[in-house]
C-alpha cells in the first residue's frame, strides 16, 4: 500500500519520519531534524486525501521503536468526558489526557514516559 501511495521515501529507514523521530523503523538512531524537543505531527486536509493511511503506515512501521499516537480529535468520546466538569475540563483536555494515558501505558523501546497528573490519566 504504501509503494502505491507514495509513502514509501517518508517512511524509509532515511525518510522525513525517521528524522523527525530520531529513530528508523529498524530502531538505528538518525540525527533529529529539529534537535531535542519531542516532536508532535499534525496533518489535515479533507476526506479522501490520505490523512489516515499515512498515519496507520506510520504507526505500522515506528510503533515499536517510538511512541506513536494516532487519535481522531474530532470523536466525541472526549467532549463527553468533559461534560461532567465543564469549568475545568474541555474535549482538548481530555484528548490531551488520552495522550498521557498512552505514553504512560507504552511498552516499546526505553519504557513508558513519566506524565504529569498520569493518576488523572488512568480514570
Same mark, same amino acid.
Given at each position: ?6 509513502? =514509501?521515501? %517518508? ?8 528524522? *523527525?523521530? @530520531?529513530?528508523?523503523?529498524? $530502531?538505528? +538512531? /538518525? =540525527?533529529? %531534524? ?8 499534525? *496533518?489535515? @486536509?479533507?476526506?479522501?486525501? $490520505?490523512? +489516515? /493511511? ?70
Amino acid at each position: 500500500m504504501c509503494e502505491d501511495l507514495g509513502f =514509501e521515501k %517518508l517512511l524509509s529507514e532515511e525518510g522525513f519520519f525517521a528524522r *523527525l523521530f @530520531g529513530r528508523s523503523p529498524s $530502531g538505528a +538512531g /538518525r =540525527e533529529p %531534524l529539529y534537535g531535542p524537543d519531542l516532536p508532535v505531527v499534525l *496533518l489535515t @486536509g479533507g476526506p479522501g486525501m $490520505g490523512k +489516515g /493511511r499515512l498515519l496507520r503506515a506510520v504507526r505500522d512501521r515506528f510503533a515499536g521503536k517510538v511512541p506513536v499516537i494516532h487519535l481522531d480529535c474530532g470523536s466525541p468520546v472526549y467532549a463527553d468526558r468533559a461534560e461532567p466538569e465543564p469549568g475545568a475540563r474541555s474535549d482538548a483536555t481530555e484528548a490531551l489526557v488520552e495522550v498521557a494515558r498512552r505514553l504512560c501505558t507504552w511498552q516499546g523501546t526505553g519504557g513508558s514516559f513519566a506524565c504529569p497528573g498520569s493518576s488523572r490519566a488512568s480514570r
